[in-house]
């Protein structure tokens, strides 16, 4: 007679909503680095199983290989891990298993299956601009043969979602992995901003060609065009957008001014932008005055200086809403993975994490990880795998 526990462990699992947006279609594109010979598990399954243990809150490999073998039977056969014939029980994956697949997988490709994934289940864009940052960012304990850490290129729309990331070459910055990066989205109707290190003219004539605009800040990396944008008669020009906020213990306010251009050293520059920052610590009693300098692609009149105002300090959100995130919520700093592509993929599935919850209507990231691990049918569910 079966057990209590092995009636449990065969219990159906919840069927796939229709309309959801299954992960594993996605996953099914990725290249598989394992030999053909002797793979029991597919390798959607055991990315899946992986994607789900971070959605719940798992911070290390070792977390996502106590959750997959603590997942009951229902979502070890959602996730699509086999079921032995006879007996009706499910086979579940050895730690070793998953760590040689997750070491040699492509996270290029992965990335790219996570951003398309991302994509298909957000909600269709409207007809405004779409503004997207690109910043990067180092894996502090990631360190390899050749370099003392990696860092990752992310590109991310203002409302928090990685649409796309691009590791950077050892021994290289991130100037060479801004177009790869950009490469996989569509980027007809958006905006992109991006730091100064970006402000480069092939970047702007990439964009441009794709259907980009930009927002480009100015520094002395550019002499030339940064001399003649700072010495524009800013005493003289309108301001077009004011902006004062009271939080933290401290005052800022934001002055606008733009001014139109004819002709500027950069591809398809239209405008100047000047944003002048007062912000006074009530605490410290320090007062910083800031003045930064930007270019734009947008002619005037296509965006209010509210507008700009806002994708230029919207482009800090790429800080706040995702490297933020994975060092406090996902201790991302404090992990020793540097096993092969390992610090890559693991960043890919935070990437797919704080995206799928922030896509849901989560606002607070780890409240959200604790929400989903109380439930195993939460995370299948978001990713598609179960109702």
């Known amino acids: 007679m079966p057990t209590a526990l092995g009636q449990l462990a065969r219990t159906p699992a919840p069927a796939p909503l229709a309309d959801a947006v299954r992960l594993s279609g996605f996953l099914d594109l990725l290249p598989d680095p394992r030999g053909v010979r002797g793979r029991r598990y597919s390798l959607p399954a055991l990315v899946a199983a992986a994607a789900a243990s971070v959605l719940a809150g798992a911070r290390s490999f070792t977390a996502i290989t106590e959750w ?5 039977g229902w979502a070890c056969r959602a996730l699509g891990f086999p079921v032995d014939p006879l007996t009706g029980t499910v086979s579940v994956p050895h730690p070793h298993t998953l760590r040689r697949l997750l ?6 490709a992965l990335d790219q299956a996570i951003g398309a994934f991302l994509a298909s289940r957000a909600t269709p864009a409207g007809p405004e601009l779409r503004a997207i940052a690109v910043d990067g960012k180092a894996l502090r304990g990631s360190r390899t043969a050749t370099t003392t850490h990696i860092t990752l290129l992310a590109a991310m729309d203002h409302a928090g979602h990685v649409l796309a990331q691009r590791q950077v070459a050892d021994k290289s910055n991130e100037i060479p992995a801004f177009q790869p990066l950009l490469s996989t989205i569509d980027l007809t109707g958006t905006v992109i901003t991006a730091d100064a290190l970006h402000t ?17 800040q ?34 800022e306010i934001r002055r606008l001014k733009t001014a139109a251009f004819a002709h500027l050293d950069y591809p398809d520059a239209r405008q100047a932008l000047q944003v002048v920052r007062w912000r006074k610590d009530f605490t410290s009693g320090k007062l910083t005055i800031e003045r930064v300098y930007l270019i734009t692609s947008l002619p005037p009149g296509t965006a209010s200086g509210a507008r700009l105002a806002d994708w230029i300090r ?18 991302e700093d404090d992990s020793k993975i540097h096993a092969g ?5 693991m960043a890919g599935l935070r990437n797919l994490a704080i995206g799928v919850h922030r896509q849901d209507g ?26």
Request: net charge positive; proline share 5%.
């Open 103 to 108: 070491v040699q997988l492509d996270g290029d």
């Open 200 to 216: 480069q003219h092939a970047h702007g004539s990439y964009l441009r060609e794709r259907g980009a605009h930009y927002i480009a």
């Open 341 to 345: 592509r390992l610090p890559r993929v």
């Open 362 to 387: 989560h606002t607070n990231i780890a409240a959200a990880l604790r929400h989903t691990a109380r439930d195993c049918h939460r995370p299948l569910a978001a990713l598609g795998l179960t109702g």
């Open 314 to 331: 919207g482009h800090w959100k790429i800080e706040n809403l995702l490297h933020h995130v994975r060092d406090r919520t996902f201790r």
């Open 68 to 72: 997959i073998s603590d997942a009951p």
């Open 218 to 251: 100015v520094k002395a990396n550019h002499p030339g065009l940064f001399d003649r944008v700072r010495h524009l008669p800013w005493r003289e020009i309108a301001l077009d957008h004011y902006d004062r906020t009271r939080a933290h213990h401290r005052l």
